[in-house]
């Protein structure tokens, strides 16, 4: 059994989709946090404002990369504010995981990139690599997807 008793209780799951992939993710993702004791806040980033970000100590963002490299309709806003007011996110541990399809060379993870480089350079960590899914999500890829966000939760617990 994993020990993840030193993790905060609470993580935010940030989801920024076009389709709906990305959603299928972010609520397995969701759902296995949930069976390992977490208080899991899923929240759609066109509800999201980032102010809201340092009340929490753990998050998870799982967004596309939409068109010609963009974000979501639903995340557009949020990024947009996000690089704007750059809160201090210093207390934030997170992880983000990018949904694209490498057919689409050279768009394949930019949105995902640049949320990770904005919540850097408001002051977040980064507790594990960038988790790409290329197409689907399979069964397959929403295994990984939710073995990424296990893993987060360790760092999550090592770091506290």
Known sequence: MLDLSSARPDILVLVGTQTGNSEIVADAIAEHLGDLGFAVHLLDMAEAYPEML??????????????????PDNAVDFADALGAVQPDLSGVQFGVCGL????????????????????????AHEVRPLHDIDGGPSPVHIEGAVAWAVACAEAFAAET
């Not at 963002?61 to 068109?67: E, K, L, N, P, Q």
């Not at 490498?102 to 002051?123: E, S």
């Open 54 to 71: 340092a009340d929490y100590d753990q998050l998870l963002a799982v967004t596309c990369t939409w068109s010609d490299g963009t974000f």
């Open 100 to 123: 694209g399809d490498r057919d689409y060379d050279p768009y394949y993870p930019p949105a995902a990139i640049r949320l990770v480089d904005l919540f850097k350079a408001c002051g």
